[in-house]
């Protein structure tokens, strides 16, 4: 079995940083892509960074620059640096983790439970 528990959420003013974490434990053969995702209220959930297992990186357009995306392979773990942030930021953070195991055969993708982040102005 795969869990993943993020942490580092909180309140924040605007302009203030905040970093998050995800580390996935259990039973894992090997861990792919990485990404964080965000859900803010009345809003459908969207992808905001992601990181292959080489390092490459991916960032939606609202956060470039401000946002950084990277992983610890070792610690199975993956963090997101948020700089800058701005009331809009405002969401519940997941994390979501490519993994495969020794339980089934292929890559499948699990979720963390979310970390409300909250940008006042």
């Known amino acids: 079995q795969v869990q993943l528990v993020e942490s580092g959420g909180g309140l924040v003013q605007a302009g203030g940083s905040l970093r998050l974490s995800c580390v996935a434990s259990?039973?894992?053969?090997?861990?792919?892509?990485m990404a964080w995702h965000r859900q803010a209220p009345g809003k459908e959930r969207e992808l905001v960074a992601t990181?292959?297992?080489?390092?490459?990186?991916n960032y939606q357009d609202s956060v470039k620059g401000r946002f950084t995306i990277s992983r610890d392979s070792a610690k199975n773990t993956v963090y997101l640096q948020m700089n800058s942030l701005k009331p809009e930021d405002t969401a519940v953070y997941y994390c979501?983790?490519?993994?495969?195991?020794?339980?089934?055969?292929?890559?499948?993708?699990?979720w963390g439970q979310g970390t409300q982040v909250t940008v006042s102005s």
């Open positions: 979501c983790v490519n993994i495969l195991t020794w339980a089934r055969p292929g890559a499948y993708d699990y």
């Open positions: 259990g039973s894992m053969r090997g861990i792919n892509a």
């Open positions: 990181i292959t297992s080489g390092g490459s990186t």
